[in-house]
């Protein structure tokens, strides 16, 4: 059997000595390598196994309900989410309703670099959705999530560097493995006839695209929500309401 990559986490209601220890005798006892530890939330503890027995995952499982010391409360095959929880040491704060969209602060930048860095290394078609205000570091982030992954990134329209509405690309910049970053106010409200036609064509490639202000890219375009993969937002603080009326017309004002 192949090897695989699971995710346990228990929280500790009494930290004796000796626990971490004797935790990780069992698994040694089982030939599961541990891969990662770390604390995760306060007094919840996440791991990070690799094992080719999906059989000693369960019974070790089973054999921790036993321990009066912690209660296990995730044991499952990691997903990107529990990969970045261990790593940072947090999860990542994700909608209740709609699990395709993520939430992170300024102060959680390393933790979205990396999480887009991540999902930037994926081949194939992807459609991911940034909302936020201006300045919040959108952009920046997407580049610092290229540079992670090892990735060429490519500004369809920006508005980075004051303005940037692009109508056609080079042969290397059309790469399937490159980044595609589109400013969907931009590509919508500002864009002429020729922008258009070649925002259609990267849609329809087989690669990573980046839409910053996804809510106006959908609304002035024949784009919906279930072409986006995931949506990420971004703000200064958990409190701040992303409102595109407040900056939209600045936009029009500014190009």
């Not at 626990?19 to 990662?36: C, F, H, K, P, Q």
């Not at 499982?61 to 321990?67: F, I, N």
């Not at 970053?181 to 258009?196: A, C, F, K, L, P």
């Amino acid at each position: 059997m192949e090897s695989k990559q699971w995710y346990m986490e228990y929280r500790i209601h009494k930290n004796r000595p000796g626990l971490l220890g004797d935790i990780a005798s069992l698994l040694g006892m089982l030939e599961v390598n541990i891969l990662t530890i770390n604390g995760v939330e306060g007094k919840t503890r996440g791991m990070l196994l690799e094992t080719d027995d999906d059989e000693k995952i369960h019974l070790m499982g089973s054999m921790l309900k036993k321990v009066d010391n912690i209660t296990v409360g995730a044991l499952r095959v990691a997903k990107l989410v529990d990969i970045l929880a261990v790593r940072h040491g947090r999860y990542i704060d994700r909608d209740s309703d709609d699990k395709k969209t993520f939430r992170f602060t300024r102060d959680e930048l390393g933790l979205l670099v990396d999480f887009l860095g991540e999902i930037f290394k994926k081949e194939g078609n992807q459609v991911i959705g940034l909302r936020g205000m201006p300045r919040v570091g959108k952009t920046e982030s997407i580049i610092a999530g290229s540079v992670c992954a090892m990735k060429r990134w490519t500004f369809v329209s920006s508005t980075l560097l004051r303005q940037t509405v692009r109508s056609q690309l080079s042969e290397d910049e059309m790469n399937h493995n490159n980044v595609f970053i589109i400013d969907g106010i931009v590509s919508t409200i500002r864009s002429n006839e020729r922008h258009y036609n070649l925002l259609q064509d990267i849609m329809n490639m087989p690669c990573t695209k980046v839409i910053e202000h996804p809510d106006v890219f959908v609304q002035e375009s024949e784009y919906t929500y279930d072409d986006f993969n995931i949506i990420v937002e971004l703000r200064n603080n958990p409190q701040e309401e992303i409102l595109y009326d407040t900056f939209t017309s600045t936009y029009s004002d500014d190009l």
